[in-house]
């Protein structure tokens, strides 16, 4: 085709446009020309512009990833269409060219296995560099734009100043338009639906995860968290897989001492000072950890030891105490049972651990340590 | 089926994690219903605009009932970052119980949110979870879908983080095969119709995820460096506090929308319900999700010409303007804080003096 004809041709299609007026039509009437107007509504059985009429009319197609076959295909229907389009042929030729442009990069494909899916194979269909989405209708809720920005844009209309919807194509050159680019884009979804699923639960699975890690891990104090949240490796997809213990009290019970006739069990306040927790299992949701730790009781002085922790909700260790508060650890051995409290207030209530006195023993401390705070800031 | 989702995100203090998006929702549509009269398409606003609450107040507010909320696990922390030389925690033991109880409320999630960098990441799964289920759910099988956000406050921080990272994380790991996925939620792929950011602190409490860099932010669908068609940012005058860093980004092109508004029409001139009453907020948002031509430019200027500062009761009273010019007072402190004690000694500030207007118009 020569340039003159060209030319020729185009200055035949801004004529018509000046003698084909366009009809202002007055705003919210929702219109084939509008991006919320619904295509099912208008979609009658039997047409084969459908997207769910050219799903199931090429299914065969599909299910086997044979996408330049299937484009070529929906081309040559556009191509036959028997719709008018003598007065838009601007906007039928820059249809047509982005059809190519979709067919041309269905060569690049690698080729498929016929009926499987495989996820390289989805990737690679999305990945830009060998395949470029269709982007028909622009989402900014403006009204029709397809392939907007690009070479081969098409307008179908804008709101003038009085806000009038101004057509520039017909109605049914509008609704042939936005029935097969809407049937494409649907088409090119199907790929990119199993990138979404395979997406969700992989990030399902991560949320597991933080929830093990956090909410059912081994509990941790605000310093513990803070400190935990700089100390420790993390991303969006993996929570720690490790935790430090910082100053960590919890309610215990001890039995001894050892190797005594006169072993009792005592109520006491644990402090692991310094202590590490490994988290394991498919989506970590078990632990275990150790700790080096304190021991406080009303009976007798300090004592110091190890804490070996294990589940979700307890721990077991070895106490030595000062017996006569005179700065000696000299004591016999005392067994160790300490219980995380706030995953045990999860699972049994507060009941329990009235019951036991533990949460007293707690409470009172806790308020031992803020009352020193107070002290210490003023 | 054409459809728009609309994701809302609440913002600080929300303790509901089921029912916590019915009022806004609801003012949502009262405002539409204004607009019946002037032929706005309520029926398709009605049955296709998705609306899918994000909630993330849970996470939160089990992790505040877990330290005991009465301030003595935060209290600590908050003296280590010398909070307390400003004597807003002794104002924090001082003040009556119920102004205690909902300054703690708010502010705990806000600092732990920022502060906590694990209960942060937390959140961030846990709503990019609900996203993507939002989507999957709502797009899987549809020839037309659009997508937009609408953020509050808090909600702004999180869903700025939670959208990049959505957008910009360039796979995700199948837990079983351990084999790798490209993320299918790339600006290549997919972008947000619209993203509306009411009382933006996305700058004010950004982390690792700087505001003004990340790809939340507008272009063409070509610009893969931008994630959405529209950005809205919404600010109120009289409205502290995304004061001390207000949303300015420079360089952007496009720039953000920016809606500014002023007018009082409640106590809680904080709140979601509050900002949608105003029409230069709702109008742009109906718009987006019903088309560009639902609401007439004509229609527009009229609605906003007739919308008053102030509610019509309100109009002329004293006790009203003498709070409004302490208001002024606040916002100018919060703008000019240049330590956290002293943003917060203005939000308890605010927070007295929006008690005092409700006393006024109720």
Known sequence: MTSVSIRLRIAAVLFLLTIIKPVPVPAAEVTVYDITFSLDTICAAGDTRCPSETKARYAALIGGNRWEVLFKKLKQEFEDSPVDWSNNEIARRRFLNELDSLVDRCKLLPQPLEGVATREYYDAFLEPLSFDRFKSESNDSADIVFFKGRGNQIVLGYTNAQDELVKLLTEDQALDLRLRANTIKMLEDIPWHESVKANLKAVQHAETRWANYLDHGFSQYPWEAWINGWATPYTVESPPGHQFAVLHPDAALELGPLRTDDATVKETLTLAVLGWIDYYGYAGESFWGISGAMSFRDDMGLGIGGLLYFGSTASIGVMWHDRNRDAHIDSRPFICVSLDLFRLAGVKGGSYLEKTGLLKIRRETLEAKVAEYDKAGS | ?362
């Open chain 2, 1 to 362: 089926m054409s459809r728009h989702v609309l994701f809302v995100v609440h913002g600080m203090g929300v303790t509901d994690p089921v029912g916590w998006a019915d009022s806004a929702m609801a003012k949502l549509m009262e405002v539409a219903k204004r607009y019946e009269q002037k032929h706005f398409p309520m029926a398709y606003f009605e049955n296709n605009v998705i609306v899918v609450p994000i909630n993330y107040s849970d996470i939160l507010t089990a992790k505040v009932a877990e330290w005991q909320t009465d301030a003595a696990g935060v209290d600590a922390f908050a003296r280590t970052n010398k909070v307390e030389d400003h004597g807003v925690l002794r104002w924090l033991e001082a003040s009556d119980d119920v102004q205690r109880k909902f300054l703690w409320s708010h502010i705990s999630h806000v600092i732990l949110y920022r502060f906590f960098p694990l209960i942060r990441e937390r959140i961030r799964v846990s709503v990019i979870r609900q996203i993507m289920e939002g989507i999957e759910r709502e797009f899987v099988g549809q020839t037309e879908c659009r997508c937009s956000v609408l953020a509050h406050s808090l909600g702004t921080s999180v869903a700025h983080d939670c959208l990049h990272i959505l957008g910009s994380n360039p796979t995700w790991k199948d837990p079983e095969t351990e084999k790798v996925w490209r993320n299918a939620f790339k600006p290549d792929d997919f972008r947000f119709s619209g993203i509306f950011m009411v009382a933006n602190v996305s700058r004010l409490l950004q982390t690792d995820i700087k505001a003004y860099e990340s790809i939340v932010r507008p272009g063409p669908s070509l610009d893969r460096s931008s994630y959405c068609a529209s950005y809205y940012d919404v600010r109120h005058t009289l409205d502290p506090i995304p004061m001390p860093f207000p949303f300015e980004p420079d360089g952007w092109q496009p720039g953000p929308d920016v809606i500014a508004v002023q007018h009082i029409r409640d106590w809680n001139i904080h709140s979601l319900e509050h900002y949608l009453d105003n029409p230069g907020v709702h109008i742009p948002l109906l718009r987006k999700l019903a088309g560009t031509r639902s609401i007439g430019h004509r229609d527009e200027h009229e609605a906003v010409q007739a919308y008053s500062q102030f509610a019509v009761e309100a109009i002329g009273d004293e006790n009203v303007q003498k709070i409004v010019t302490k208001l002024l007072d606040v916002v100018r402190i919060a703008k000019s804080s240049q330590a956290p004690a002293e943003y917060l000694s203005a939000f308890a500030q605010f927070l007295s003096l929006v008690d005092d207007l409700r006393e006024v118009l109720e």
